[in-house]
């Protein structure tokens, strides 16, 4: 019989201590259960990031998790909607504001078992990304669905800005 160690952090499993460390996939210990445990983010485009934070935070009233810099300008920020859920916004340097749904960048979905689900849908034929960790210390991977739609799927570790706050310097 397989035994997987696992440990809990803020309602998240992991398979080891390490998050970033390569880990290989076991079946689920509950072979039913969906993968996908929460939508995570959505993520906007603006062409004025106050007047965008003024909206959420001072109309909204969400808070601020974290800021996104780049060589020390501010090009977005994290808002908080509810416990894991969260708002991504980041600057957009087109000349034109974004028109209908374009300001809509990506949403992305929370799996307690990130390289599983990569694992899985690359098994099905399906073309994801490799599992990396972003900037924000959360294990992340891309994919395009069918029709075209392009989303992120995160995995937060005890490091994760989502979980903790704190600034971040993007990389990309």
């Known amino acids: ?97 974004p028109s209908d749904n374009a300001a809509l960048a990506h949403f992305c979905l929370e799996t307690p078992d990130i390289r599983g689900l990569r694992t899985r849908l690359a098994g099905l034929g399906f073309e994801p990304t490799e599992v990396t960790e972003g900037c924000d210390q959360s294990l992340q991977f891309w994919i395009t669905d069918p029709s075209g739609v392009h989303f992120e799927f995160h995995q937060y570790g005890p490091a994760s800005h989502q979980l903790n706050g704190g600034d971040v310097e993007i990389n990309w």
């Open 1 to 97: 019989m397989d035994v997987l160690l696992i440990y809990s952090h803020e309602n998240s499993i992991f398979e080891s201590q390490h998050v970033s460390e390569p880990a290989t996939y076991k079946e689920p210990i509950m072979p039913n259960a969906p993968f996908i445990s929460a939508l995570a983010h959505v993520c906007l485009r603006t062409n004025d990031l106050g007047a965008t934070e003024r909206f959420y935070v001072e109309g909204l009233g969400l808070p601020v998790l974290f800021r996104f810099t780049k060589e020390g300008n501010d090009v977005g920020f994290y808002l908080k909607i509810a416990e894991r859920q969260f708002i991504e916004v980041f600057y957009n340097d087109a000349p034109e504001a």
